[in-house]
């Protein structure tokens, strides 16, 4: 894959994150019972920046956890013989809470409905909400963002690429083909 083009860069992502951090606390009058998961592997650092943002604005502390979908996949018998459950951390009982359900790019929402899966498994939230830093389009399930970063129409050809400090260096979004 070839970097076509630099879609964010890593000052447009962090106004982005904050932004969404602020819709996810007037959506939800405040902090009273968020929970974040961040979907494995960049809608943990995702959520941990919401987190952090949050912390900032409100002064309280959200849990954050991570969510591995491996076991939830549909495409499971498609997936390498080396493919592993990572496992998920829940940093609190989600029963009753607004979860919100944090993912890097939006596609064709069968990660979403995989991470659905795999909350119901744990209880029976209030709410599940979604944050997404990038809605592609391309839907093949009736499943929306909540909390879009940014809409990028693109061909099937097409790749998003996100990338965090945390894990690849450098921060921001990417067209590739």
Known sequence: MKRKSVLM???AVLRVLVRISHEILEKNKGTEDL???????RG????ERI????RGIEGAQVP?????????????????????????DFPCDIVNKNVILVDDVLFTGRTVRAAIEAILDKGRPRTIQLAVLVDRGHRELPIRADYVGKNVPTSM???IDVVFEEMDGETGVFLSE
């Open 35 to 41: 929970v974040l998961l961040g979907i494995k592997r």
């Open 157 to 159: 050809k097409e790749m």
């Open 64 to 88: 954050c956890g991570s969510l591995d979908i491996t076991l939830y996949r549909d495409d499971l018998t498609e997936l390498s013989p080396d493919a592993s459950v990572v496992s998920s």
């Open 44 to 47: 943990v650092p995702m959520a």
């Open 9 to 11: 860069d890593e000052a």
């Open 51 to 54: 987190r952090e943002n949050i």
